[in-house]
C-alpha cells in the first residue's frame, strides 16, 4: 500500500473530528486577519478618512442600539473592541478548540500504532528475525512512532491553517487591489513550486541517510550483543575505527547532499520572498500616490502581503520537517506491511476459546521434507514414529538438521512435502495455539524475563497452583539454589535483577517446561560450557521427567543419549541410522564413530 493512503489510514477513525479542527484552526487563523484590516481602519480614521462600508454600517448600528452618538471617538472603540476580540479574548479560547484536540488525536493514533507493532513483533515468521537484528528492528520503530507523533499536531494544526491563512490574505488583497494580487499568487506559486521540487530530491537523499543510519545503530546493537567477544579479542580499537568510519562516511552525505540542499533552498527562497515584497511594496506606494487606494488599506496591504510571505517560512520549515521525518515513518509502515508469518498464533479470541487438547504424544513425522530457500533441502523424506512417553535422542553433526526437525514440530515452519501427525492428527490443522500449549521446549540459551523468578516460572501457565510449582522445582532441582535467595520465589531476575548462572538458567527452563504439564517435552540440550555440577544436575533432573511424557532431546552429549528408547542420527537432513544405545554401537555406524569421541564429551 503506498505510504500516503497508510499514513491517512491510521487517522481513519478521527476523521470528522480531525476536519472540525482544522477547519476551526483555519477560521482562526482568518479571524487574525481582522487585525492588519482594522488597523488600517483606524488609521483611515485618524488621517480623516471614510472608513470602509461593512465597517461602517456596524458602528452605525451598535451605535443605534446602544444610543450613543456615533463620532469618531465611538468608531475608534468599536474598531478597538473587534481586535480586542480577535486578540485579547480568542487566546485562551484557542488551545481548546484546537491544540487539545489535534494532540489528542496524535496521541491516540500513536497507542495504536504501537499496539500495531506489538501485535506485528508477535507475528512476523522467525525468519525476520533471523535475517534483521534488534537493534534495527527497535531503532526503525521508535524513530516511526515518534516522528509520526510529532507530524499530525504540525500539519494538522499548523500547515493547513497556514495555508487557509495565506487564502485569506490572497482574498484580502484582491479585495483591495486585483493586479498585486496576481504579483502576489505568482510569486507564491514560483516559491511554493520550486520548495516542493527541490524537497522532493532531498527526500531520495533522505532515505539513502535512513538507511544508513540504520546500519550504523544496528552495528552499535551489535556491538552491545557481541561486547564479549569484542573484548575477549580485544579488537575495540578495530571496532571503534570501523564505526567511526561508518559515522564520517554519514556526516559527509549529510553535510553535502542533505543540509547543502536545504541551505540552497532557503538562500533561494529567501530572495525571492524578499524580492517580492519589496516589488509589492513600491506597487502599493505607486497606487496609493496616485490615489487609487486609501492610506489605511496601503497599511493592510504591506502589514498582509509581509503577513503572507513570512507565513513561506514556517510552510517551508514545516516541509523540510516533515521530509526529514519521511523516511523514517514510511519505513515504519513498510514494518507494519511486513507480512505476519503462518508461524504464529492467532491473536483473537476465537482461537484462545477453542477447546482445550490433550495428546497421548504419539508423533509421525510422515515422508517429510523441508527447504528454508529453494533447491536446498535441510531435511529429506524423514519417517519417523514416535510413542506416546518415549525418550527420542536426535543426534548428528552441526548444520544435520536435528534443530529444523523440531523447528517443524513446533510449526514454526511448514513442511515442504509430507506432514506431521500428532495422535494421527495432521497439525497443521490443528489450533496454533492449544497444540503449542501441549508442547514445551527448554532452549539451549533459557530467556529470562524481567521479573521475579516466579514470574518466570509460571511464564507458560500463570494460573498454575503454588504447590505444582514447587513440585516442578524440585523435579528441576531448582529449589536447590532458590533456597540460597534471601526472597526465594520473589526474587527479582532479569534485566535489573539477581544474575543466574547458565547451570541455574537451565533448571528454570526445565521447570518452566514442567509446569505447562506437556504432553510433549523438548530439550535443546545446552552445548554452553557448564560446569561438572551443574552439567550432573541438568541430567539428573532430566532424568527424573523421562518416561513421563513423551521427550524428544536434541542431543550434543551422549550420556542423555545412553538412556533414550531411541537414538536417530541425522546425516545431511536424512535419518541414517535409527536404534537404542547399544543396537547403534552393534551397528558400528556414525552413531559408532560419534560415541568413540565420548572422551571428548561432544558428539556434535
Ligand atoms: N533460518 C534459516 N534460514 C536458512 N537456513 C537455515 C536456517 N536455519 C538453519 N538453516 C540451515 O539449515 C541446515 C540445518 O540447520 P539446523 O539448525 O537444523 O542444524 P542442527 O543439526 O540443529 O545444527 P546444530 O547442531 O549446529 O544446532 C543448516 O545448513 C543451516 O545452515
Wanted: proline fraction near 3%; aromatic fraction near 10%; glycine fraction near 6%.
Amino acid at each position: 500500500m503506498n505510504f500516503w493512503q497508510d499514513l491517512l489510514k491510521s487517522y481513519r477513525n478521527y476523521r470528522k473530528i480531525a476536519l472540525l479542527t482544522i477547519l476551526l484552526s483555519g477560521a482562526l487563523e482568518i479571524l487574525d486577519l481582522m487585525v492588519p484590516y482594522v488597523t488600517g481602519q483606524i488609521i483611515n480614521l485618524l488621517s480623516y478618512q471614510p472608513i470602509d462600508n461593512i465597517l461602517a454600517n456596524l458602528v452605525n448600528f451598535l451605535a443605534n442600539v446602544t444610543n450613543i452618538p456615533n463620532n469618531r471617538v465611538f468608531s475608534l472603540g468599536v474598531l478597538l473592541g473587534i481586535i480586542c476580540l480577535v486578540t485579547v479574548v480568542r487566546s485562551p479560547i484557542q488551545p481548546w478548540l484546537t491544540d487539545w484536540f489535534h494532540w489528542e488525536i496524535a496521541l491516540k493514533v500513536r497507542r495504536e500504532q504501537l499496539k500495531n507493532t506489538v501485535r506485528k513483533i508477535l507475528t512476523l515468521p522467525l525468519s525476520f528475525y533471523d535475517e534483521y537484528n534488534p537493534g534495527r528492528i527497535t531503532n526503525r520503530i521508535s524513530k516511526g512512532v515518534e516522528n509520526q507523533l510529532w507530524t499530525y499536531p504540525e500539519i494538522a494544526g499548523q500547515l493547513i491553517p497556514k495555508f487557509i491563512r495565506v487564502l485569506g490574505i490572497f482574498v484580502i488583497i484582491l479585495l483591495i487591489d486585483w493586479k498585486i494580487s496576481v504579483i502576489f499568487i505568482i510569486s507564491f506559486t514560483l516559491i511554493l513550486g520550486f520548495s516542493i521540487r527541490s524537497l522532493n530530491k532531498i527526500l531520495e537523499n533522505e532515505e539513502l541517510l535512513e538507511k544508513h543510519s540504520e546500519n550504523t545503530q544496528s552495528f552499535s546493537s551489535e556491538l552491545i550483543t557481541n561486547i564479549k567477544t569484542v573484548k575477549s579479542f580485544a579488537t575495540e580499537r578495530r571496532e571503534l575505527e570501523r564505526q567511526d568510519r561508518r559515522l564520517d562516511r554519514e556526516l559527509k552525505y549529510v553535510l553535502f547532499r542533505i543540509h547543502k540542499g536545504y541551505v540552497k533552498l532557503e538562500t533561494w527562497q529567501k530572495t525571492f520572498i524578499q524580492s517580492s515584497v519589496f516589488l509589492i511594496l513600491v506597487y502599493s506606494l505607486v497606487v496609493t500616490v496616485h490615489g487609487h487606494i486609501s492610506l489605511g488599506h496601503f497599511i493592510t496591504l504591506i502589514t498582509v502581503s509581509s503577513m503572507a510571505y513570512a507565513e513561506l517560512d514556517p510552510i517551508t520549515q514545516l516541509a523540510e520537517v516533515f521530509a526529514r521525518r519521511y523516511s523514517s515513518m514510511s519505513r515504519f509502515h513498510e514494518f507494519l506491511h511486513t507480512p505476519s508469518g503462518k508461524d504464529a498464533a492467532i491473536l483473537t479470541q476465537e482461537s484462545i476459546n477453542h477447546e482445550p487438547y490433550q495428546f497421548t504424544g504419539k508423533i509421525h513425522f510422515d515422508n517429510l521434507s523441508f527447504a528454508y530457500h529453494e533447491n536446498h533441502c535441510v531435511l529429506k523424506d524423514i519417517e519417523l514414529l514416535i510413542h506416546p512417553h518415549e525418550t527420542v535422542a536426535i543426534v548428528g553433526k552441526s548444520g544435520s538438521g536435528k534443530s529444523t526437525l523440531i523447528k517443524l514440530l513446533l510449526r514454526y515452519f511448514q513442511p515442504t512435502q509430507g506432514k506431521i501427525l500428532m495422535d494421527g492428527q495432521d497439525i497443521k490443522t490443528l489450533d496454533m495455539v492449544q497444540y503449542r500449549q501441549r508442547l514445551a521446549m527448554v532452549h539451549q540459551e533459557v530467556e529470562i524475563f524481567n521479573g521475579t523468578l516466579l514470574d518466570n516460572l509460571t511464564y507458560g501457565n500463570r494460573s498454575v497452583s503454588f504447590d505444582a510449582v514447587e513440585k516442578a522445582c524440585k523435579i528441576s532441582r531448582v529449589d536447590e539454589f532458590i533456597a540460597q535467595f534471601p526472597q526465594g520465589y520473589y526474587t527479582i531476575v532479569g534485566e535489573r535483577g539477581v544474575r543466574l548462572s547458565g547451570g541455574q538458567r537451565q533448571r528454570i527452563g526445565i521447570a518452566r517446561a514442567l509446569i505447562v504439564e506437556p504432553d510433549v517435552l523438548i530439550f535443546d540440550e545446552a552445548t554452553s560450557s557448564l560446569d561438572y555440577e551443574s552439567e550432573r544436575l541438568i541430567q539428573l533432573a532430566m532424568s527424573s521427567i523421562l518416561g513421563t511424557r513423551t521427550t524428544i532431546i536434541i542431543a550434543h552429549r551422549l550420556s542423555t543419549v545412553r538412556e533414550a528408547d531411541k537414538i536417530i542420527v541425522l546425516d545431511e537432513g536424512k535419518i541414517v541410522e535409527i536404534g537404542n544405545h547399544e543396537q547403534l554401537l552393534e551397528h558400528q555406524g556414525i552413531y559408532h564413530r560419534l560415541h568413540s569421541l565420548q572422551e571428548t564429551g561432544e558428539l556434535s
